[in-house]
Each structure stands twice: as structure tokens, then as C-alpha cells.
């Protein structure tokens, strides 16, 4: 079992290495996970930066003291995987994003797909989307993650082509693909996008635009897959055929 993973804003020891982890981290530290001297444990800003370090004390119920040595830089993976990730319904988005953090997905963008029954309006979009944001924060920490995938605000299907525009491959999720995902051609490094739709699929028009803007449809196998699981199982096959997995 690999150590547990706090984060944190900055990864600056003071004097003689000791740094203080407080605040709701260090009560999880102390209160929740009960650390005490000598276990290790991993600090991370999320961004890739982080830094193993050994408990040497406890201080109340929310301070953690440990020894910080020294801190490594992880560098971005390559090939970059992004996913688009049509709006579900109810809280499925918050499963999409903690399982594609969990296999190593890079970016999440929302999509407001014209067949998604959720639209993302107001005071109620900014909430959800800061459920996504704090899904993938929670699920770095949990699959041990240093680098955290990036949750984008709402896209619409004109910035989701834009994107499929700029990338070194653009896939949709389609039933209406002629190639596997499985045996696509995939580039070493860059970007690769794919778009996953809304339980409704995605609407003709868009369809067109995504391939007028560079992507190509792929189908993933041979049952059918919700929304919230498609991405997580796309991005398995992606994640092992390019290396990143090996």
C-alpha cells in the first residue's frame, strides 16, 4: 500500500526540513486517518509537485508535523488525454469524474450537449461544477495521484470542436463509427480528445461539426455504456495502447 496523499498549496519545509500540515488536511491526517511518528506520507500541490515525508509529531486534533526533505516535479504524461464529458443526469457526472481520475484521464471538459436532460444554469452550474472539480480533487488523493486532471468550466458543442480542432486525435464515442477505439492509430505524444455523449447520444448536428472539425466517430465495443461509464472505459483502452499504463 502506497502512502496516502494530503494536498496542499505550497511545498516549502522551514528550518531543518519540518513542515506543519493543518487546516481540514491535517485534521484528516491527525482526527481521520490517526498518523502517527514514523509512518510516511505524500504531499502534493495537485499540479505535480510533491514530496514523500515521514510523521514526527502531532499537535492538537489538526496539526500534522512531518519532515520534508526534498520535493520532486512529476512531469506532464504523454500522450495528453482529454475527455469531453456530456452533462448526466443526477449525480453520475460526479461518478464520470472520480473513475476517469482513478485511471488517469488529464483534463475533463462538461459538455451542455443538445440531447442532455441536465443544463448547467446559474448558481445551480457553478455548484455543480464545483462538485466535479472537488470529485476529482478527492479522487487524486484516494488512486495516489500527484497530478490532478483539470476540470474545465461547461463547454458548448462550438468550444468542444475548437478543441477537437487542435488536437492530434479527436475521437466521438458513436455508434455509427467503423473502427474500434481498440485499434485506432494513436499518436506518442500531444493531444488526444474524445468526446463522450449524453445518454441521448449525440445529435446528428453536432455529429457533423465534431467530423468537419477533424474528429472521427469510433465505436467501444459491443454493449452499450452509460454516459458516466463510457469515458472511464474509452480512456482505459487509450491509457494502455499508448504506453501510458505500461
Known amino acids: 500500500m502506497t ?18 500540515l493543518d487546516g481540514p488536511e491535517g485534521r484528516h491526517a491527525v482526527s481521520v486517518k490517526r498518523l502517527r511518528p514514523g509512518e510516511d506520507i505524500v504531499l502534493t500541490d495537485g499540479a505535480g509537485r510533491w514530496a514523500d515525508c515521514v510523521v514526527l509529531d502531532t499537535e492538537g486534533k489538526d496539526r500534522l508535523i512531518v519532515q520534508l526533505d526534498s520535493v520532486t516535479e512529476e512531469p506532464a504524461e504523454q500522450p495528453r488525454v ?6 448526466p443526469k443526477g449525480d453520475r457526472g460526479e461518478l464520470a469524474v472520480e473513475t476517469m481520475t482513478e485511471v488517469g484521464v488529464d483534463a475533463i471538459v462538461p459538455w451542455a450537449a443538445a440531447r442532455c436532460i441536465t443544463q448547467w444554469k446559474g448558481e445551480r452550474g457553478l455548484k455543480a461544477l464545483g462538485k466535479w472539480r472537488a470529485t476529482a480533487r478527492e479522487a487524486g488523493k484516494q488512486s ?7 476540470v474545465a468550466e461547461a463547454a458548448t458543442t462550438k468550444g468542444v470542436a475548437a478543441l477537437l480542432a487542435g488536437a492530434d486525435f479527436a475521437a466521438v ?6 473502427e474500434p477505439l481498440a485499434t485506432a492509430e494513436l499518436p506518442s505524444s500531444g493531444e488526444i480528445v474524445l468526446v463522450v455523449g449524453p445518454e441521448g447520444g449525440v445529435a446528428p448536428e453536432e455529429l457533423v461539426q465534431f467530423e ?17 461509464t463510457a469515458g472511464t472505459a474509452a480512456a482505459a483502452v487509450l491509457l494502455a495502447r499508448t504506453g501510458r499504463w505500461s
Open 82 to 87: 482529454t475527455v469531453v464529458q456530456a452533462l
Open 3 to 20: 502512502a496516502p496523499v494530503f494536498v496542499v498549496e505550497h511545498l516549502d519545509a522551514g528550518g531543518g526540513g519540518r513542515y506543519v
Open 212 to 228: 468537419e472539425a477533424g474528429a472521427k466517430a469510433y465505436r467501444l465495443g459491443r454493449s452499450v455504456l452509460r454516459t458516466s
Open 144 to 150: 495516489r495521484r500527484v497530478r490532478f486532471p483539470e
Open 173 to 178: 464515442l458513436h455508434e455509427s463509427g467503423d
